[in-house]
């Protein structure tokens, strides 16, 4: 089954304590991202990558890193959590050319940094 | 800038009633739009997409939406819901050829009520 899994699905940590949320695909995916759900502001793009060593930074970068060794791992790298990460994550992958835009969607991690 | 615009944050109706999901964007060039759905505690999942061609899009669970240039919108209808529909609805655009990213409206609550 193609799939986006994401581990955890649910976090609570305290501020400061570093975090990682992984993320892989098994449809062979280009494209890899990250989005950050917050009410009433949609999901707005973290980081994201084309490829296996390529990375660039979204809309709201700060405070988060990723690194793509694989192409079917995209983790994100919380180094020192504030409570203002506190949010809804999901990882989506999709391919390019033919078929790009069309985003597939993991579950999400609901994090809670205390 | 490009933007996408979900005027309505929660929309109730009645079950069997229609109901329509407004979204509009602003972009200077060509766009790939699409509606995700995310139902509760559950990941988004793509509802339907508009890449070219008619501008008049459908779903496999009734749900149609209609891609209006002059009009930049791209609003979901469905002429009947069903208590299942009851979820967030969000509206995505990306622009073409250019660009992998999502750009989401702060999406809409439907609540169908019996």
């Known amino acids: 089954e193609a799939q986006v899994t994401q581990n955890p699905r649910y976090l609570i940590t305290v501020t400061g304590k570093k975090l990682t949320v992984t993320c892989s695909q098994n449809?062979?995916?280009?494209?890899m991202s990250w989005y950050r759900q917050d009410p009433g502001l949609g999901l707005r793009q973290i980081y994201y990558?084309?490829?296996?060593?390529?990375?660039d930074k979204g809309d709201v970068p700060e405070g988060y890193k990723v690194s793509r060794k694989e192409k079917r791992n995209f983790p994100l790298i919380l180094e020192s959590p504030s409570p203002n990460q506190t949010s809804l994550y999901f990882c989506?992958?999709?391919?390019?050319?033919?078929?790009?835009?069309?985003?597939?969607f993991g579950a999400g991690t609901r994090l809670s940094v205390l | 800038a490009q933007s996408v615009t979900q005027l309505d944050s929660q929309v109730p109706v009645f079950e069997e009633a229609p109901v329509e999901l407004r979204c509009n964007y602003s972009?200077?060039?060509?766009?790939?739009l699409f509606w995700y759905v995310q139902y509760p505690n559950q990941g988004l999942q793509l509802l339907l997409k508009?890449?070219?061609?008619?501008?008049l899009v459908k779903s496999i669970n009734g749900f149609e939406a209609e891609f209006n240039k002059s009009q930049t919108s791209f609003h979901l209808r469905k002429p009947s819901v069903h208590i299942s529909d009851t979820a967030e609805y969000f509206c995505?655009?990306?622009?073409?050829?250019?660009?992998?990213?999502?750009?989401f409206g702060s999406g809409t609550r439907l609540l169908v009520r019996p």
């Open positions: 989506a992958s999709s391919r390019t050319g033919e078929a790009k835009n069309i985003q597939y």
């Open positions: 449809m062979n995916h280009e494209y």
């Open positions: 990558s084309m490829n296996v060593e390529v990375t």
């Open positions: 972009s200077s060039v060509s766009v790939y």
């Open positions: 508009y890449l070219s061609g008619s501008t």
């Open positions: 995505a655009v990306s622009e073409g050829d250019s660009s992998y990213k999502l750009i």
